[in-house]
């Protein structure tokens, strides 16, 4: 489904759907959050199933062409939101951020979470991480979006760990 579909559906169809393609607490979101939650998931779901696709009979198995269309309308506004970073001036922030200090970083599905640094490896370049709820992450340094230096997280940063972006901001 793309988003102008979902868009078009009643919030009790969309928390109805959420759970088929993974997304779980649907109840909790508002219905901008809900499309957006849903596209992420179903883009992840899209990903993992090109990923495992076998091969049938030596010929390779492809997306539809509408689905193709889709998934890069997915992609390019999931671009469109996340700011490009540049790890050169970040570099310094992450390898001299003390234990304790907070950081906002991007899953593999593209979410953004925040938590502490509980450990680091500067040579293998990965941080240990652990949120609010005491899950641990141990990511690359190229997965950080932001260290925290400050006492606010900038608007950008904030809307990101919140789920929210510019198309759903204006709605």
Known sequence: MNREQLTNMKVDELRKLAPTVGVKNAKKYKKAEL??????????????????????????????????????????????????????????????????TLVAFRLPNGKVKSAKIINRSNKQQKLKLETSYGKQFIIPYTDVVWVRSTDKWPRGVYNQLKGITEETNGQ
């Open 35 to 100: 499309v957006e939650a849903i596209l992420r998931a179903s883009e992840s779901a899209e990903d993992s199933k090109e990923a495992s696709a076998p091969e049938k009979n030596g010929i390779e198995t492809t997306q539809s062409d509408e689905s193709k269309k889709d998934t890069a309308d997915i992609q390019e506004n999931v671009k469109a939101a996340v700011p490009e970073i540049n790890m050169e001036q970040k570099m310094q922030y992450i390898e001299n951020a003390p234990i304790g």
